[in-house]
């Protein structure tokens, strides 16, 4: 019977070994992004990627189980090594009750003192009663208790409206099982959302853990998300940054008018309250934060350009005089 290699997590995400934690991790969330779901509806390779990504910071991404796998304890899919029947090694039976039927065994990983591998049996495979410790006596004894499954932590991906609004999102485990997520209207960037149960299995017969799974927005083309607050550079015409007057400016809920004052220059921000992302999770709603860009006009700039000409001679000045300080 044959064993699937996985591929050295570490080939995977592209980092050496030595690589600390924080470039394993923008490793993975550059990948996760490329390969997601999402992003690649109608690739089947990719997603067969994605999960493999996931697969290996599965390992990477947690030191211990790093550490583990840098020893040589664990293989690439989290599994232990030196089980007979197991790449790298094997095991003995030995001591008393080693023959058939006895429950004793003996482990020897290159050296040292061997170890009674009942309640190790009890945890890796779900044995339960037929595990028992050293010295452990009666029935049930040494039986090993049922543990919690660890937690996985995943990313998705979703539009600014569907941060405004609310709606669903898909996210693929590292398993290759696709979980819905609900996405609630207004959630922020980073927010991580929890899915009890849908972590990896309890040993021996414990509940699963849960999948956190953490909610990023896509980049949209006009607006830019900084907290719950949006903004939005508005390009202005020469005229109108100079005499003031209405202006419309696209907001997520539509069009509205913006009155300009008079000598508006570039760079001035208007605030329009509660057009930001809305109110979720105790914090209020976010505003919109509208910058002017003064735009010149394409075309025959001469008459513009005497108008700048006298303007230079009559009346100079020197916006950058503060930079000077």
């Given at each position: 019977?044959?064993?699937?290699?996985?591929?050295?997590?570490?080939?995977?995400?592209?980092?050496?070994?030595?690589?600390?934690?924080?470039?394993?991790?923008?490793?993975?969330?550059k990948?996760?992004?490329?390969?997601?779901?999402?992003?690649?509806p109608?690739?089947?390779?990719?997603?067969?990627?994605?999960?493999?990504?996931?697969?290996?910071?599965?390992?990477?991404?947690?030191?211990?189980?790093?550490?583990?796998?840098?020893?040589?304890?664990?293989?690439?899919d989290?599994?232990?090594?030196g089980?007979?029947?197991?790449?790298?090694g094997?095991?003995?039976?030995?001591?008393?009750?080693?023959?058939?039927?006895?429950?004793?065994?003996?482990?020897?990983?290159?050296?040292?003192?061997?170890?009674?591998?009942?309640?190790?049996?009890?945890?890796l495979f779900g044995?339960g009663?037929?595990?028992?410790?050293?010295?452990?006596?009666?029935?049930?004894?040494g039986?090993?208790?049922?543990?919690?499954?660890?937690?996985?932590?995943?990313?998705t991906?979703?539009s600014?409206?569907?941060?405004?609004?609310?709606?669903k999102?898909?996210?693929?485990?590292?398993?290759?099982?696709?979980?819905?997520?609900?996405?609630?209207?207004?959630?922020e960037?980073?927010?991580?959302?929890?899915?009890?149960?849908?972590?990896?299995?309890?040993p021996?017969?414990?509940?699963?853990?849960?999948?956190?799974?953490?909610?990023?927005?896509?980049?949209?083309?006009h607006?830019?998300?900084d907290?719950?607050d949006?903004?939005?550079?508005?390009?202005?015409?020469?005229?109108?940054?100079?005499?003031?007057?209405?202006?419309?400016?696209?907001?997520?809920?539509?069009?509205?008018?913006?009155?300009?004052?008079?000598k508006?220059n570039?760079?001035?921000?208007l605030?329009?309250?509660?057009?930001?992302?809305?109110?979720?999770?105790?914090?209020?709603?976010?505003?919109?934060?509208?910058?002017?860009?003064?735009?010149?006009?394409?075309?025959?700039?001469?008459?513009?350009?005497?108008?700048?000409?006298?303007m230079?001679?009559?009346?100079?000045?020197?916006?950058?005089?503060e930079?000077?300080?």
């Amino acid at each position: 019977m044959g064993f699937r290699t996985m591929r050295d997590p570490y080939q995977i995400l592209g980092v050496a070994k030595d690589a600390p934690q924080a470039d394993v991790k923008k490793a993975f969330r550059k990948l996760a992004k490329q390969h997601h779901p999402d992003q690649n509806p109608n690739d089947p390779k990719a997603q067969a990627k994605f999960a493999e990504v996931n697969s290996a910071y599965e390992i990477l991404g947690d030191e211990k189980k790093r550490a583990a796998f840098d020893r040589g304890e664990i293989d690439a899919d989290g599994k232990p090594r030196g089980f007979e029947g197991f790449p790298g090694g094997g095991f003995r039976r030995g001591g008393a009750g080693g023959g058939p039927g006895g429950s004793h065994f003996d482990f020897n990983f290159g050296g040292g003192a061997p170890f009674d591998a009942a309640d190790i049996f009890s945890d890796l495979f779900g044995m339960g009663g037929r595990g028992r410790g050293r010295g452990a006596s009666g029935p049930g004894a040494g039986q090993a208790r049922p543990q919690p499954g660890a937690d996985v932590t995943l990313e998705t991906y979703v539009s600014l409206e569907t941060a405004l609004h609310g709606g669903k999102a898909r996210v693929l485990t590292p398993a290759g099982k696709t979980l819905e997520v609900n996405v609630p209207a207004g959630v922020e960037e980073g927010k991580q959302i929890r899915l009890r149960g849908q972590g990896q299995a309890g040993p021996g017969g414990g509940p699963p853990g849960d999948a956190l799974v953490t909610v990023h927005i896509q980049k949209h083309p006009h607006f830019r998300v900084d907290g719950r607050d949006l903004r939005l550079d508005l390009p202005v015409t020469l005229y109108e940054a100079v005499l003031g007057g209405k202006v419309e400016a696209p907001t997520l809920g539509g069009k509205v008018e913006l009155t300009l004052p008079p000598k508006s220059n570039s760079g001035k921000t208007l605030r329009l309250r509660g057009k930001g992302l809305p109110a979720s999770g105790g914090h209020a709603a976010g505003d919109l934060l509208i910058t002017l860009r003064i735009t010149l006009p394409d075309g025959d700039w001469a008459e513009l350009q005497e108008v700048a000409k006298k303007m230079q001679a009559k009346q100079p000045y020197d916006p950058r005089v503060e930079l000077a300080k």
